[in-house]
């Protein structure tokens, strides 16, 4: 299984970008599909999750309403949408795929995902 990452890039705040994430090598779709990131110096943090079942999304409180997690099930693909951007989210972007998830929320610790995405930089400036 393979998770590649895109649509990172450097934007002044107040901006946007989307990020993309294709997996490829498996015939079925993760249980859950996540974003997580990690800035220069800091530990890996979630940003936000979908249950790829149901569709529910989940977000850390500090991108509530500006980011918007998706998906496309032919495509196999899940999508941050970022707006108003902020420096504090400068960081190294990761999507990852927890396969068998059966819970009724989603794994928020980064030791539950099976696979990971490369990763992709967001650099926000001021």
């Known amino acids: 299984v393979q998770l590649q990452a895109s649509g990172g890039g450097s934007v002044q705040a107040g901006g946007s970008l989307r990020l993309s994430c294709t997996a490829s090598?498996?015939?079925?779709?993760?249980?859950?599909k996540a974003w997580f990131r990690q800035a220069p110096g800091k530990e890996r943090e979630f940003v936000s999750a979908?249950?790829?079942?149901?569709?529910?999304?989940f977000y850390a409180d500090s991108v509530k309403g500006r980011f918007t997690i998706s998906r496309d099930n032919p495509k196999n693909t899940v999508y941050l949408q970022m707006n108003s951007l902020k420096p504090e989210d400068t960081a190294v972007y990761y999507c990852?795929?927890?396969?068998?998830?059966?819970?009724?929320?989603?794994?928020?610790?980064?030791?539950?995902?099976?696979?990971w995405g490369q990763g992709t930089l967001v650099t926000v400036s001021s």
């Open positions: 979908i249950r790829w079942g149901d569709g529910s999304t």
């Open positions: 990852a795929e927890d396969v068998y998830y059966s819970g009724t929320g989603y794994p928020s610790n980064s030791r539950e995902y099976d696979f």
């Open positions: 090598g498996r015939t079925f779709s993760a249980a859950a």
